[in-house]
């Protein structure tokens, strides 16, 4: 068998000539693989690939394809018959790939060109259907099966190994379950009894409780630790001095209490100082001592509950104070919040301030 390999491609009609012999017949096979524009290979799976060839004199020929496939493209391997060489002359030719989905491409195939030869001049020139008449006899032979229901030569359901008519199998013949077959756990993926959940039982209703699941029971109430917040408490000093001054007042204390508080970074104060001031020094009012790990985020509010120093005795004049962020530093200011005050006495040198702050402390 001489075998002829050849490329096709889907956009190129550039003509390719196959010579042959006017007589030949069966000796020449035509492996044709298909490839696009991009020189990627069309794939013919589930592909029907048959080959039209178009004498000199007119006749048609149809030839089937047998496709394999290849991992450097599928091809189809057509049989040149002698009707292919049966008239000398030039033959066109084209292969068609039809798809179950309905798709049907055609790409032009080589130009035969077959060569007279004086021995062969005789042979009838005609037209041939061969993959057409493959098709129909097999549609043909599955037909006469389908239809023929008859069964002349009497054969029996024993002579074929196969169940008469009157045969119902049993549940162990057909690998199935008895009618009394009752399944355990194990054989339906079932959980099995001897399971517990927490100690109790599967066989019925479960009640857990929070201990079951680790819980919290419902009169539970946090501690401040429980909820990840540090706790802290204890004293400081507080003493007089100027602020945005030169000189500090002298003072004679009678007291000095101070009083912290702090839940994660919430930090209560209070403070109370009594004594006698000799001298005013040079400044603004102010109280310093508060420790440095109780400085507040920013500048926060001080409620002042007496403040005599400034004004003598008179308790009708009101105050503000602020705490400073970075210092710690406690200023006081006129009742607008915006004037720092000074130190001022009148008839007695006795002071009390008293005073007390929440606030958000640093990290």
């Given amino acids: 068998m001489v075998t002829e390999k050849l490329r096709l491609y889907t ?4 003509k390719k000539t196959i010579f042959l012999v006017q007589g030949e ?28 060839v178009k004498k ?54 080589p130009e035969f060109f077959v060569t007279p030869c004086v ?9 041939e259907f061969t993959a057409l008449e493959e098709a129909l006899a097999q549609t043909a032979q599955y037909r006469s099966h389908v239809e023929d229901q008859e069964n002349p030569h009497h054969t029996t359901a024993q002579q074929v190994g196969a169940r008469p008519e009157t045969w119902m199998p049993t549940a162990q ?3 199935a379950r008895p009618a009394d077959w009752l399944p355990n756990a194990e054989e339906t993926g079932a959980v099995p009894l001897s399971r517990t959940v927490n100690g109790k039982s599967l066989s019925s209703d479960i009640v857990l409780t929070w201990g079951d699941v680790g819980a919290r029971p419902d009169d539970w109430l946090p501690t401040l630790s429980q909820l990840g917040l540090t706790v802290s408490q204890g004293e400081w000093t507080p003493s007089l001095f100027a602020y ?9 204390y009678n007291s000095q209490k101070g009083y912290y508080y702090r839940i994660g970074n919430l930090v209560h104060i209070i403070f109370s100082i009594t004594g006698n001031i000799t001298k005013l020094g040079n400044g603004n009012a102010g109280i310093k001592g508060l420790p440095s790990e109780l400085l507040p985020q920013m500048a926060s509010p001080v409620t002042l509950g007496r403040c005599f120093f400034l004004v003598g005795t008179d308790p009708t004049v009101s105050f503000t104070a602020n705490i400073d962020g970075s210092t710690g530093e406690i200023q006081i200011r006129n009742a607008g919040g915006r004037t720092r005050q000074n130190f001022v006495l009148s008839s007695t040198d006795s002071f009390e301030v008293l005073g007390s702050a929440t606030y958000i402390a640093g990290a």
Avoid at 40 to 50: G, L, Q, R, Y
Avoid at 119 to 127: H, L, N, Y
């Fill in 244 to 252: 945005a001054g030169t000189t500090n007042p002298t003072v004679s």
């Fill in 56 to 109: 000199p004199d007119g006749n048609m020929l149809m030839l089937p394809g047998a496709v394999e496939f290849l991992e450097t493209g599928d091809e189809a391997t057509f049989v040149l018959t002698l009707q292919v060489c049966a008239e000398a002359g030039e033959c066109r030719s084209w292969v068609q790939l039809v798809y179950p989905d309905g798709r049907d491409l055609r790409v032009q195939g």
């Fill in 11 to 14: 956009g190129n009609n550039e």
């Fill in 25 to 52: 017949a069966q000796s020449r096979e035509l492996k044709v693989s298909v490839f696009d524009g991009n020189n990627d290979p069309v794939s013919m799976e589930n592909a029907v690939a048959v080959l039209y």
């Fill in 173 to 175: 013949e057909v690998g």
């Fill in 119 to 127: 021995t062969d001049d005789a042979v009838e020139s005609r037209e």
